[in-house]
């Protein structure tokens, strides 16, 4: 089994609505992702999935983020913009990608707020 990470990065602003503390003003954050990939089968060049092209779809899921106010998106319309529900957003938005199929699958995701702080995402 193999299993590889390709790490990204955007910077987005938000609040936790009803968070008791500091977290429920408007604040910013320069968050780092991880997204994890895990599979048996490479391909004919010894490569389970390119990093280049892992990267570029992971990049194309957080251009949607960057330089936004996540709490005005409409996927957080009705759920606080946490780093939980951000990496599971990204999740499920990477996890479409055409590179992934029946032997190569999006592990998890790992989201940082802060270099010692993040949330790890994988379906049950």
């Known amino acids: ?17 009803n968070y008791p503390g500091k977290c429920v003003r ?21 490569i389970l999935v390119d990093f280049k092209v892992l990267k570029g779809e992971l990049n194309n899921v957080l251009d949607e983020l960057d330089h ?6 409409e996927i ?3 759920q606080n913009p946490t780093a939980e529900n ?19 699958k999006l592990k998890a995701v790992k989201v940082y707020e802060s270099p010692k702080s993040c949330v790890m995402y994988f379906p049950s």
């Open 1 to 17: 089994m193999f299993e590889l990470t390709v790490k990204s990065e955007f910077e987005a602003a938000h609040r936790i609505e």
């Open 68 to 73: 936004q106010y996540l709490n005005e998106l």
């Open 86 to 104: 951000i990496a599971k957003e990204i999740f499920d938005n990477l996890a479409t990608a055409e590179i992934f199929n029946d032997t190569t």
């Open 76 to 78: 957080f319309a009705n």
């Open 26 to 46: 408007l604040h910013g954050h320069n968050w780092i992702v991880e997204a994890i990939v895990q599979g048996e089968k490479l391909n004919e060049l010894g």
